[in-house]
């Protein structure tokens, strides 16, 4: 018995070091990350003109972002659920959505005349949150309780 608190102790503390990396992550993503559009969402951004950006630093930064997060995610969900083939499809969809989300968001942003703002913000905002996994967990729960 108090092996098992001591492995639930040592989940706890890795569980709280990741959740600690999102947050870091999140905190300073001004300092890490080349993203003009921080700013820009932040400002009444339905008047203003799309930002200039540098398009390939800005794939980089946000598929450096995505990786970060998810490589986080999938840490988080090996420490909840101890199932590789969990972790095996969770990173079938982290590269299928990631690269959904990164050709969708570029395409918006240099192919279309008049990009619709907010489809730019929620793509963007799928690419630099942690969303997929406060989607995956529940998800997973859920299927492990019905088997």
Do not use: C, H, W
């Not at 921080?38 to 972002?65: C, E, M, Q």
């Not at 959904?100 to 279309?112: A, E, H, P, R």
């Not at 949150?129 to 989607?135: G, N, R, V």
Request: net charge positive; charged share 15%; hydrophobic share 55%.
């Amino acid at each position: 018995m108090l092996k098992k608190i001591l492995n639930n102790k040592t989940d706890i503390v890795i569980g709280l070091f990741l959740i600690g990396l999102l947050i870091a992550i999140r905190a300073f993503e001004n300092n890490l990350f080349y993203d003009p559009f921080l700013t820009y969402f932040k400002l009444n951004y339905t008047n203003l003109a799309l930002p200039i950006v540098n398009p390939v630093k800005l794939f980089l930064s946000l598929g450096f972002r995505y990786y970060l997060n998810s490589m986080i995610s999938l840490g988080m969900l090996f420490l909840l659920f101890k199932d590789i083939k969990i972790i095996k499809f969770s990173v079938f969809l982290y590269v299928l959505f990631g690269t959904v989300l990164m050709i969708s968001f570029f395409f918006m942003l240099y192919q279309m005349n008049e990009p619709n703002k907010m489809y730019l913000f929620y793509i963007r905002r799928f690419l630099i949150q942690p969303i997929f996994l406060i989607l995956f967990v529940p998800a997973f729960y859920y299927q492990k309780k019905i088997k």
